[in-house]
Nanobody
């Protein structure tokens, strides 16, 4: 498995979730990685990225609420999501920043009361 996201679910507004992405080892160590999301009826968008050196960037809508981090020893990238809002509802995916890997299975995040 090259990319497999997990950890989604149903959460109330204001709640938290941590997404995980299992990444084949050779891919993770050599690439900047990103989390992406696609809401119903909308195009897929980048949410957060992290370089091989650990520098993170975020789309404005999630700054201060989401944290991306990577653990090369576990071949995984994570997205900690706090203070979730209904507009965060989407299917979340991980991939390299260059989108060089076929999209894997995403994980559904639903924020609703």
């Amino acid at each position: 498995v090259q990319l497999q996201a997990s950890g989604g679910g149903l959460v109330q507004p204001g709640g938290s979730l941590r997404l995980s992405c299992a990444v084949s080892g050779s891919i993770l160590s050599a690439n900047a990685m990103g989390w992406y999301r696609q809401a119903p009826g909308k195009q897929r968008e980048v949410v957060a990225t992290i370089t091989t050196g650990g520098r993170a960037n975020y789309v404005d809508s999630v700054k201060g609420r989401f944290t991306i981090f990577r653990d090369n020893t576990k071949n995984a990238v994570y997205l900690q999501m706090n203070s979730l809002k209904p507009e965060d509802t989407a299917v979340y995916y991980c991939n390299t920043v260059g989108l060089t890997i076929p999209w894997g299975q995403g994980t559904q995040v639903t924020v609703s009361s």
